[in-house]
Structure formats: structure tokens, C-alpha cells
């Protein structure tokens, strides 16, 4: 019986972007059904009192999230193939940490055309046509984990963590132990967190 994966993600995020590739090797070597919904780290941040750069990142991240909400609602099997090409663009692209509201917009564009989606999608990425969309998937991930978290989050079984945040993408049989091993703390419902000081940046 396959083992249910839920994977909240946003797609700007480099951090949870090496995790989903772990998560496409893991399904390579164990039998997994994956289920991926979008969250914002715009919306986690909405009233922080953050630094100016951070803030103008945010902006930028509310285009490519406000799509991946409508995709989900519209034609949710089409997530993970389109996640997976606006991902790439953004990081082995080298295209990431855009600042300001549309930095996206070409990528946004260019992956609904590569993906076969419709274009239309991309004008949701400047209105607020698709925020109630985009919040109530985002609610879904801090209803299963919490607030104190970033992206991305993961539910395996009936828990939820935020993590597990990598560096490097594990691979074969590498990365079905590092899967096997999340599945065994997050079987303990008194186990919450793990953590240590990150000393090299996504090594994409």
C-alpha cells in the first residue's frame, strides 16, 4: 500500500525546492503517492516586520503562488509537472530571489506554455483573484503543522513537520533512508523538532 505524502511548497523558495527533488528520488525507491499543494511564504509574512530586501522578495513570490493555487483548484494533477519545470527555470535557472511585484511573470509564462496549460493562468499572478485560493492551501499546512515554520512542510502519515531542510539532493537508496527515517520520527506524536545551524546555502 502506498505511503501518502502531502508537500506544501512554494515554488520560490530554494530550500524547499532541494526537498521536493528528494521527494521525486523517493519515488523512485519507495512506494508513494504524493500530493502537492501550494503555501506562501508572502502570506506567512504578511505584517512581519522584516528586512527591506525580504520584504520586495515576498512580492515577487505572491506571482508564482497565486498560480500554482489556481492550477491546483483547476487541474490539480498538473501541479507536480508544472512545480517541477518553473522550479527548474527559477533555480538551476539561476532566476531566483527576484524582487517586486511580476519579477515572475516570464517564468510564469514560459512554464504554462512548456507544461501545455492554458495562459490565462498568468493573469492571476498580479490581481488578488486567486488569494482566498492561495490562503485557504497555506491554512491547510499551519492547520496540520503549526505557525512557527517556513516551507517547505510535509505530512507523512498523520503527521506534519516543517522539513526535512537540505542542502544537496539525495539520491537512490540514499534518498529512500532519509525518507524511511522521516517516516519513523514522525510515527512518535511526542516527537517535534530536530535542528541545527545551516552552514551552506542550496547547492543547486
Known amino acids: 500500500m502506498s505511503e501518502k ?4 511548497f512554494d515554488a520560490a523558495c530554494p530550500f524547499c525546492w532541494q526537498t521536493s527533488r528528494w521527494i521525486k528520488e523517493v519515488e523512485k525507491v519507495r512506494d508513494i503517492e504524493v500530493e502537492w499543494v501550494p503555501m506562501s511564504l508572502s502570506v506567512l509574512n504578511e505584517g512581519a516586520d522584516v528586512p527591506e530586501d525580504y520584504a520586495e522578495a515576498m512580492e515577487a513570490n505572491w506571482g ?8 491546483k483548484q483547476e487541474k490539480p494533477e498538473a ?8 522550479g527548474t527555470a527559477i533555480h538551476p535557472g539561476h532566476n531566483g530571489a527576484r524582487k517586486g511585484y ?9 512554464s504554462l506554455e512548456e507544461a501545455g496549460l492554458p495562459a490565462t493562468y498568468a493573469e492571476v499572478a498580479n ?25 517547505p512542510v510535509l505530512k507523512l502519515g498523520d503527521t506534519a513537520f ?10 537512490g537508496e540514499e534518498a529512500g ?28
Request: charged share 25%; glycine share 6%; aromatic share 14%.
Open 5 to 8: 505524502v502531502t508537500f506544501w
Open 64 to 71: 508564482p503562488a497565486r498560480v500554482f493555487a489556481k492550477v
Open 79 to 86: 501541479v507536480d509537472n508544472l512545480y517541477t519545470i518553473m
Open 102 to 110: 511580476g519579477a515572475y511573470d516570464d517564468i510564469i509564462a514560459a
Open 127 to 151: 490581481s488578488e483573484e486567486a488569494d482566498d485560493l492561495l490562503r485557504g492551501y497555506h491554512a491547510t499546512a499551519m492547520d496540520a503543522v503549526g505557525d512557527d515554520v517556513g516551507t
Open 162 to 171: 516543517f522539513g526535512p531542510v537540505i542542502t544537496r539532493v539525495l539520491t
Open 177 to 204: 533512508k532519509l525518507f524511511d527515517a522521516s517516516v519513523g520520527v514522525a510515527s512518535y506524536p511526542y516527537f517535534f523538532e530536530l535542528k541545527r545551524s545551516r552552514t551552506e546555502a542550496p547547492q543547486v
